[in-house]
């Protein structure tokens, strides 16, 4: 049974390992996709409908320009972000993945935002999803060492704020480019004065 939880998971699985075929078990067959993003060095289309171009989009697409991708969520536990059955609001995420044509540790962070559908047999499906991308940073890390020590000391995909903040919050603290981080710290953190909206 999909819960919540469960699609959100399967989500991550899917854009992570590559599993372009997922999709089909976490959306509806005509879910629509929007993204928005105030981050210039990342490009997606603003607008996909169905689940095949999600999947191109989310999963095939995006594995040609990234790897070893890890997407968390940084919460305590998804209850806070949904105020309905069939919606999750502004929920946070990190991303930390590996750019192979600038041999570059990304680092990025925004909102999700989901509609969900109850079928009879009590699975949830995806009907729309909003990206918000606020940061994507590009770091030099030829080897990949940089990235897999930040990956390391981070719980995969739940990530409560004050384990991000007691891992490398001091990032933030130590280089002004990355002072974003410092957004997630369980005693500062605060969702964005708009309502995103799908």
């Given at each position: 049974?999909?819960?919540?939880?469960?699609?959100?998971?399967?989500?991550?699985?899917?854009?992570?390992?590559?599993?372009?075929?997922?999709?089909?078990?976490?959306?509806?067959?005509?879910?629509?996709?929007?993204?928005?993003?105030?981050?210039?060095?990342?490009?997606?289309?603003?607008?996909?409908?169905?689940?095949?171009?999600?999947?191109?989009?989310?999963?095939?697409?995006?594995?040609?320009?990234?790897?070893?991708?890890?997407?968390?969520?940084?919460?305590?536990?998804?209850?806070?972000?949904?105020?309905?059955?069939?919606?999750?609001?502004?929920?946070?995420?990190?991303?930390?993945?590996?750019?192979?044509?600038?041999?570059?540790?990304?680092?990025?962070?925004?909102?999700?935002?989901?509609?969900?559908?109850?079928?009879?047999?009590?699975?949830?499906?995806?009907?729309?999803?909003?990206?918000?991308?606020?940061?994507?940073?590009?770091?030099?890390?030829?080897?990949?060492?940089l990235l897999q020590?930040?990956?390391?000391?981070?719980?995969?995909?739940?990530?409560?704020?004050?384990?991000?903040?007691?891992?490398?919050g001091f990032i933030?603290?130590?280089?002004?480019?990355?002072?974003?981080?410092?957004?997630?710290?369980?005693?500062?953190?605060?969702?964005?004065?708009?309502?995103?909206?799908?």
């Open positions: 049974m999909l819960t919540h939880k469960s699609l959100l998971e399967a989500y991550v699985y899917a854009k992570d390992k590559c599993c372009p075929s997922l999709i089909h078990d976490i959306y509806e067959p005509n879910a629509v996709l929007s993204i928005s993003t105030s981050a210039t060095a990342v490009a997606f289309p603003p607008l996909v409908v169905g689940a095949d171009g999600i999947a191109q989009t989310l999963v095939t697409d995006f594995a040609k320009r990234f790897t070893q991708c890890r997407t968390y969520y940084v919460c305590d536990g998804i209850e806070n972000f949904s105020t309905r059955d069939d919606r999750i609001e502004q929920l946070p995420w990190l991303v930390l993945m590996r750019e192979e044509a600038t041999s570059s540790l990304r680092i990025g962070r925004g909102y999700y935002n989901w509609n969900l559908g109850k079928h009879p047999e009590d699975l949830w499906h995806a009907t729309e999803m909003h990206i918000r991308i606020d940061h994507m940073m590009l770091v030099a890390d030829v080897a990949g060492d020590t930040l990956q390391s000391f981070l719980p995969y995909p739940w990530l409560p704020p004050r384990v991000l903040d007691s891992s490398f933030g603290d130590c280089n002004s480019s990355f002072a974003f981080l410092k957004e997630f710290r369980s005693n500062k953190f605060e969702l964005p004065r708009e309502r995103l909206t799908i």
